[in-house]
């Protein structure tokens, strides 16, 4: 206290992280998710759902499947629940019967009742708007969880799948040995305006463009940005402003 006044202490600062080394500079990563966002302006993802509940429920179903093959058995089985009451009173062995064309369909199976239980006991029917919460859901990992909050909730997450894990290594954009190692990553490089999108441009890339067995690099509206050692041609380099259409048709 001086002179009969209290000092105030000044908030500490913040920390801003570290930003993860990287082959790009901030430019170009600007430049990279700036050309994909001309490509797919309103990129959405591909699992077909009418709430958060079964959103959650087909993320939970696509592990180590397609979208196109969850949605193929989901069509039916949201059509008759909807809502974890209705998938409980649907009951386990209907639910697989629904779902027996995904891998892994009767844990799967048997996640949706539970996760459809804990629902109902403790967050009132509702799917929660927390990571910690919907990771406590039983078949509910960080992968889905981000995907729920992004999907449902609009907020920028990065849920790395194989997509999203072969491109930041193949690309060295954002190199890592795990998901979540790559997640973080991409968190702290990827330019704020481009976030909330950003996890669904890499996915479709990856999905239509920079393929896991063969990427078609020729088709790539970032081929000139890109230094991965698996970059099949050789574009050069200036950057210039190009219309997306130049290069070939996108889903
Ligand atoms: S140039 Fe080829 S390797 Fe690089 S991002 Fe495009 S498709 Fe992938």
């Known amino acids: 206290m001086e002179n009969g006044t209290i000092k105030k202490k000044a908030?500490?600062?913040?920390?801003?992280?570290?930003?993860?080394?990287?082959?790009?500079s901030q430019d170009e990563l600007k430049e990279i998710f700036r050309r994909f966002s001309i490509q797919r302006p309103e990129p959405k993802g591909e699992l077909e759902h009418v709430n958060p509940?079964?959103?959650?429920?087909?993320?939970?179903?696509?592990a180590q499947a397609t979208d196109a093959g969850v949605n193929k058995a989901t069509r039916a089985l949201f059509k008759v629940a909807d809502t974890p009451e209705k998938m409980l009173a649907l009951g386990e062995e209907k639910v697989r019967d629904y779902i027996k064309t995904i891998g892994l369909y009767r844990n799967k199976a048997k996640n949706v009742i539970a996760l459809s239980q804990m629902l109902v006991d403790r967050f009132g029917s509702e799917v929660p708007r927390t990571r910690e919460e919907l990771i406590m859901l039983p078949g509910v990992g960080r992968k889905t969880a981000n995907v729920v909050l992004s999907m449902a909730f609009g907020q920028a997450t990065m849920a790395v799948d194989t997509h999203i894990f072969r491109i930041a290594n193949r690309l060295r954009l954002a190199p890592g040995k795990t998901p979540?190692?790559?997640?973080?990553?991409?968190?702290?490089?990827?330019?704020?305006?481009?976030?909330?999108?950003?996890?669904?441009?890499?996915?479709?890339h990856g999905r239509y463009c920079c393929k896991a067995r063969k990427p078609e690099c020729e088709h790539c509206v970032i081929a000139d940005l890109c230094r991965s050692p698996e970059k099949t041609c050789d574009v050069p380099a200036p950057l210039v402003e190009l219309p997306p259409q130049l290069f070939g048709p996108t889903p």
């Open 11 to 24: 908030a500490p600062r913040r920390k801003t992280p570290a930003r993860p080394k990287s082959l790009y």
């Open 53 to 62: 509940f079964t959103l959650v429920v087909a993320v939970a179903l696509s």
């Open 180 to 204: 979540d190692e790559v997640e973080d990553k991409l968190i702290r490089l990827i330019p704020d305006e481009y976030l909330y999108h950003a996890h669904h441009w890499l996915i479709l």
